[in-house]
């Protein structure tokens, strides 16, 4: 493809949110008929990337040029319009619809004002056929499909629009190893086509066998782009780092001993999201689960705290197997669980209540007598979370949800902290919160760990886990791929495990179920 | 798996109300004195239809994931309206007909600017319009009485060929040409997507707020000629504020037994009607069984209460318990 006049340029983009960065003047150009693939840390500016591109959001400044002409999309409307058709990570199709009707959703087509539905079936049959997903029923509902067909489904809606570029951003984060063969060869086809695909995914293994181009994205900039399969896997996990970070983790204390384990689990398996996992959690210890986003992080710490049903496998608390039905069982007793949620704002709070209602919830309890509420002993245990976590509000008795999202963290975290938790569940508790109250997390974390906690700790930045873990376990698809210890937890050894690549990056393995 | 599984899997809700309407039909004309004649029938059908219109209101609002607190007072004001204007000669009943229906049309797009423009919820917007929409009842018939154009009343109420329930062949044409069009139209589409997943609709370009707006319009339509029916039953206009709440409750107990989900993206009008006529009939066989008529709204609880735990085998099913709260 080399010489062909580029079919989209975007140049010198940047884009602000509040005071972050997220992109800045960054640089691409798609050629048609190639497949181009984007590589970057999470956070690195490939996502407001692609939004731009897809009408989602604007850019603060920049040109995009389609076939030479200065373009700006209003919309996603106006960018399909336009030949760009961007399949999104988080699915936009309606559940309770039928496939048929989810394919042919945004432009049906009509006969007499009504929807010609013999007419959307056949829209529907041959969308199917081209993703290589015949298998689907057009007649079948969206919520009754398997992730990994939903996703067919979505490739094949995005296909029915007929688009120029197609944008596929971690499109195979669900599929199965056969429907990933399955795409490859729809996406390849259509690259004969003369489509200009882009292509974001975190499986190296996916890129090299795919691309054609590669633009490696860090701190919202693009650092590098080459010709596929010109750099090692070593050198563009390189790029992909590149980066200092500032000192703001706690010392840790180093290698204990022996303390005794609180937190066990042999063989735990659900359904087809965990997969035989094994670990332990001692007093006193941090450990850190790693992996790329939804690799079943979220899923285990859900699993010991009550919330699955049908788990095989066992847990031990101190040593003797438990059986956890609900987080109620699990937070109270001598079990002593919290579980910081992924997000606050729907698991973790009751955003119209007040800040004091929202700290008594997970406690209420220890501080009933007789079904009353003690006035008196909850205003001091508040009163001593407030101080310990120093949450800035300007009073107990104003809605939670004013507060600043850092300081919504805190009350989520002193929440759990008024039960005096043994064992501490973290579901990457630090997303989208400034990074002074970050500092201030890692440093409660270390604090409570030496207090005598076990502490397990999921989180989606790198450079947290190397900083705030005594280890780190690595999930890939559902099962622990790679246990980190100490000075063995470097950014190297977790982006290069949690993508799978085993060893010195030589030898790329296809995700566990090839 | 095959075509007919599909269709059967859509037709859950709908047929699930059928059978209950079917079983409960039969008990009731099996153990009426009379037997199953023309005459049960076409009684059965007149107390039916009513309901019936009511809920399938209700449906097109519930649809799109809303609810609408104010049918029964749509009915309760169009009756009203009714027994003024529905009188006199072919013309001027003709006149009043069209002037009932439009005000039911402009008492949805009222709720629908509210809830859609106004950002409103539903429940509160529909409770406030349902009171202004009876006080403008009151205002009408401050007593009840008036009359309506019997000739009309009594084609539209009586039997086609001695057999036919009359009310029950308008059903069927109101359902032929409003529901079957909207429900197969591009906003009706919209107003299932809407319930479904606002967020996906939108972000999938789906005309939403004209979809919903639709939806709430033609509910007021529908209210509007369950309001008509109901003075050609009686030949009088009254504003009765029990009975249209009875109505509005009713009307949704009558969707929830049709198989439309509450949560909106699911269901069909059609059940909803076999929704209603099974919650009539279950009023009914406390008649044939001679149960003494205080026992009735207890009866009719617990019946409900059964036919809707029907519906909720599948949460026994759910291995995340985070699910329950979907």
Same mark, same amino acid.
């Given at each position: 493809?080399?010489?062909?006049?580029?079919?989209?340029?975007?140049?010198?983009?940047?884009?602000?949110?509040?005071?972050?960065?997220?992109?800045?003047?960054?640089?691409?150009?798609?050629?048609?008929?190639?497949?181009?693939?984007?590589?970057?840390?999470?956070?690195?500016?490939?996502?407001?990337?692609?939004?731009?591109?897809?009408?989602?959001?604007?850019?603060?400044?920049?040109?995009?040029?389609?076939?030479?002409?200065?373009?700006?999309?209003?919309?996603?409307?106006?960018?399909?319009?336009?030949?760009?058709?961007?399949?999104?990570?988080?699915?936009?199709?309606?559940?309770?619809?039928?496939?048929?009707?989810?394919?042919?959703?945004?432009?049906?087509?009509?006969?007499?004002?009504?929807?010609?539905?013999?007419?959307?079936?056949?829209?529907?049959?041959?969308?199917?056929?081209?993703?290589?997903?015949?298998?689907?029923?057009?007649?079948?509902?969206?919520?009754?499909?398997?992730?990994?067909?939903?996703?067919?489904?979505?490739?094949?809606?995005?296909?029915?629009?007929?688009?120029?570029?197609?944008?596929?951003?971690?499109?195979?984060?669900?599929?199965?190893?056969?429907?990933?063969?399955?795409?490859?060869?729809?996406?390849?086809?259509?690259?004969?086509?003369?489509?200009?695909?882009?292509?974001?995914?975190?499986?190296?293994?996916?890129?090299?066998?795919?691309?054609?181009?590669?633009?490696?994205?860090?701190?919202?900039?693009?650092?590098?782009?080459?010709?596929?399969?010109?750099?090692?896997?070593?050198?563009?996990?390189?790029?992909?780092?590149?980066?200092?970070?500032?000192?703001?983790?706690?010392?840790?204390?180093?290698?204990?001993?022996?303390?005794?384990?609180?937190?066990?689990?042999?063989? +735990? /398996?659900? =359904?087809?999201?965990? !997969?035989?996992?094994?670990?332990?959690?001692?007093?006193?210890?941090? &450990? $850190? *689960?790693?992996?790329?986003?939804?690799?079943?992080?979220?899923?285990?710490?859900?699993?010991?705290?009550?919330?699955?049903?049908?788990?095989?496998?066992?847990?031990?608390?101190?040593?003797?197997?438990?059986?956890?039905?609900?987080?109620?069982?699990?937070?109270?007793?001598?079990?002593?669980?919290?579980?910081?949620?992924?997000?606050?704002?729907?698991?973790?709070?009751?955003?119209?209540?007040?800040?004091?209602?929202?700290?008594?919830?997970?406690?209420?309890?220890? +501080? /009933?007598? =007789?079904?009353?509420? !003690?006035?008196?002993?909850?205003?001091?245990?508040?009163?001593?979370? &407030? $101080? *310990?976590?120093?949450?800035?509000?300007?009073?107990?008795?104003?809605?939670?949800?004013?507060?600043?999202?850092?300081?919504?963290?805190?009350?989520?975290?002193?929440?759990?902290?008024?039960?005096?938790?043994?064992?501490?569940?973290?579901?990457?508790?630090?997303?989208?919160?400034?990074?002074?109250?970050?500092?201030?997390?890692?440093?409660?974390?270390?604090?409570?760990?030496?207090?005598?906690?076990?502490?397990?700790?999921?989180?989606?930045?790198?450079?947290?886990?190397?900083?705030?873990?005594?280890?780190?376990?690595?999930?890939?698809?559902?099962?622990?791929?790679?246990?980190? &210890? $100490?000075?063995?937890?470097?950014?190297?050894?977790?982006?290069?495990?949690?993508?799978?690549?085993?060893?010195?990056?030589?030898?790329?393995?296809?995700?566990?179920?090839? | 798996?095959?075509?007919?599984?599909?269709?059967?899997?859509?037709?859950?809700?709908?047929?699930?109300?059928?059978?209950?309407?079917?079983?409960?039909?039969?008990?009731?004309?099996?153990?009426?004195?009379?037997?199953?004649?023309?005459?049960?029938?076409?009684?059965?059908?007149?107390?039916?239809?009513?309901?019936?219109?009511?809920?399938?209101?209700?449906?097109?609002?519930?649809?799109?994931?809303?609810?609408?607190?104010?049918?029964?007072?749509?009915?309760?004001?169009?009756?009203?309206?009714?027994?003024?204007?529905?009188?006199?000669?072919?013309?001027?009943?003709?006149?009043?007909?069209?002037?009932?229906?439009?005000?039911?049309?402009?008492?949805?797009?009222?709720?629908?600017?509210?809830?859609?423009?106004?950002?409103?919820?539903?429940?509160?917007?529909?409770?406030?319009?349902?009171?202004?929409?009876?006080?403008?009842?009151?205002?009408?018939?401050?007593?009840?009485?008036?009359?309506?154009?019997?000739?009309?009343?009594?084609?539209?109420?009586?039997?086609?060929?001695?057999?036919?329930?009359?009310?029950?062949?308008?059903?069927?044409?109101?359902?032929?040409?409003?529901?079957?069009?909207?429900?197969?139209?591009?906003?009706?589409?919209?107003?299932?997507?809407?319930?479904?997943?606002?967020?996906?609709?939108?972000?999938?370009?789906?005309?939403?707020?004209?979809?919903?707006?639709?939806?709430?319009?033609?509910?007021?339509?529908?209210?509007?000629?369950?309001?008509?029916?109901?003075?050609?039953?009686?030949?009088?206009?009254?504003?009765?504020?029990?009975?249209?709440?009875?109505?509005?409750?009713?009307?949704?107990?009558?969707?929830?037994?049709?198989?439309?989900?509450?949560?909106?993206?699911?269901?069909?009008?059609?059940?909803?009607?076999?929704?209603?006529?099974?919650?009539?009939?279950?009023?009914?066989?406390?008649?044939?069984?001679?149960?003494?008529?205080?026992?009735?709204?207890?009866?009719?609880?617990?019946?409900?209460?059964?036919?809707?735990?029907?519906?909720?085998?599948?949460?026994?099913?759910?291995?995340?318990?985070?699910?329950?709260?979907?």
């Amino acid at each position: 493809m080399d010489g062909a006049a580029p079919l989209f340029r975007m140049e010198g983009i940047s884009k602000r949110y509040g005071g972050v960065r997220a992109l800045e003047k960054a640089d691409l150009t798609v050629t048609a008929g190639g497949i181009h693939a984007i590589l970057g840390e999470n956070g690195a500016g490939k996502s407001t990337l692609i939004k731009i591109m897809a009408g989602v959001v604007a850019p603060d400044e920049g040109t995009m040029t389609l076939d030479g002409h200065e373009v700006s999309f209003a919309s996603p409307a106006a960018a399909n319009q336009a030949g760009i058709v961007c399949i999104f990570q988080e699915l936009s199709l309606i559940p309770e619809l039928s496939v048929a009707d989810n394919i042919v959703i945004s432009d049906p087509p009509k006969r007499f004002g009504m929807i010609d539905r013999k007419a959307q079936r056949r829209i529907a049959e041959e969308a199917l056929a081209r993703a290589g997903a015949s298998d689907i029923h057009p007649r079948a509902l969206v919520k009754d499909l398997p992730l990994s067909r939903r996703q067919m489904v979505e490739i094949a809606k995005a296909l029915a629009r007929k688009p120029r570029i197609l944008i596929l951003d971690e499109a195979t984060s669900a599929l199965t190893a056969a429907d990933v063969a399955k795409v490859f060869e729809v996406l390849k086809r259509l690259r004969s086509e003369g489509l200009a695909l882009l292509y974001i995914s975190h499986r190296m293994n996916e890129i090299a066998e795919l691309a054609d181009h590669c633009t490696v994205f860090r701190n919202g900039r693009n650092v590098a782009s080459y010709p596929a399969g010109s750099k090692s896997d070593n050198e563009v996990v390189e790029l992909m780092i590149g980066r200092e970070y500032s000192h703001i983790f706690p010392p840790k204390p180093g290698p204990t001993a022996a303390a005794t384990t609180v937190l066990e689990a042999r063989n +735990l /398996s659900w =359904a087809d999201r965990l !997969d035989n996992i094994s670990l332990s959690v001692r007093a006193g210890e941090v &450990v $850190g *689960l790693g992996g790329l986003d939804g690799q079943g992080q979220r899923e285990l710490l859900l699993a010991f705290f009550g919330v699955l049903r049908g788990l095989s496998g066992e847990i031990l608390i101190d040593g003797k197997p438990v059986s956890i039905a609900s987080p109620t069982e699990a937070s109270h007793g001598r079990i002593g669980m919290a579980l910081i949620p992924e997000d606050r704002k729907t698991e973790g709070l009751m955003l119209p209540m007040t800040v004091r209602e929202n700290l008594s919830f997970a406690a209420l309890d220890r +501080l /009933s007598k =007789a079904g009353i509420i !003690d006035r008196v002993a909850e205003q001091r245990l508040i009163d001593d979370m &407030v $101080g *310990l976590l120093a949450i800035k509000t300007a009073g107990l008795d104003i809605p939670v949800g004013a507060l600043s999202g850092g300081n919504q963290q805190k009350v989520v975290i002193a929440k759990w902290l008024m039960r005096q938790p043994r064992i501490i569940l973290l579901n990457d508790p630090t997303r989208g919160i400034d990074v002074g109250t970050k500092q201030e997390i890692y440093q409660l974390m270390r604090k409570l760990a030496d207090a005598g906690a076990a502490i397990l700790f999921y989180s989606t930045d790198y450079d947290e886990l190397i900083g705030c873990c005594d280890r780190v376990l690595v999930l890939y698809d559902g099962a622990v791929k790679r246990e980190l &210890v $100490g000075d063995g937890i470097t950014e190297h050894a977790l982006i290069a495990s949690a993508l799978n690549i085993h060893g010195d990056a030589s030898r790329i393995e296809l995700g566990g179920k090839a | 798996m095959k075509d007919w599984r599909y269709w059967l899997a859509e037709q859950r809700g709908t047929l699930l109300a059928f059978g209950i309407f079917i079983v409960m039909f039969a008990i009731y004309s099996a153990n009426h004195p009379a037997g199953f004649t023309a005459n049960v029938v076409q009684t059965a059908a007149n107390k039916g239809v009513l309901l019936a219109f009511v809920a399938m209101a209700q449906t097109l609002v519930v649809i799109t994931a809303g609810i609408d607190l104010s049918v029964g007072m749509i009915f309760t004001l169009t009756n009203c309206m009714a027994s003024w204007l529905v009188i006199g000669t072919g013309l001027e009943t003709a006149f009043g007909v069209l002037v009932v229906l439009g005000t039911g049309l402009l008492c949805g797009a009222v709720n629908g600017a509210i809830v859609i423009y106004g950002r409103l919820q539903p429940i509160v917007a529909t409770i406030a319009t349902g009171a202004v929409f009876f006080g403008l009842a009151l205002l009408l018939r401050p007593v009840p009485g008036g009359s309506v154009n019997e000739d009309l009343a009594d084609f539209l109420t009586g039997r086609f060929f001695g057999v036919v329930p009359a009310s029950f062949v308008a059903l069927l044409v109101i359902v032929l040409v409003v529901w079957v069009p909207f429900s197969r139209s591009e906003f009706g589409r919209a107003a299932y997507a809407a319930g479904s997943s606002e967020t996906a609709a939108y972000m999938s370009g789906v005309p939403i707020r004209r979809g919903k707006f639709l939806a709430y319009t033609l509910a007021g339509l529908l209210a509007a000629i369950g309001g008509l029916f109901v003075t050609f039953f009686t030949y009088t206009g009254e504003a009765a504020y029990a009975s249209g709440n009875a109505y509005t409750l009713f009307s949704i107990a009558a969707v929830v037994l049709g198989g439309v989900s509450l949560f909106g993206g699911k269901g069909s009008a059609i059940g909803a009607i076999f929704g209603a006529l099974a919650f009539r009939t279950i009023g009914d066989l406390l008649f044939v069984f001679d149960f003494d008529p205080l026992w009735q709204p207890l009866f009719q609880g617990v019946i409900l209460l059964i036919a809707v735990s029907l519906g909720a085998f599948a949460l026994f099913r759910v291995r995340n318990r985070l699910e329950w709260f979907l």
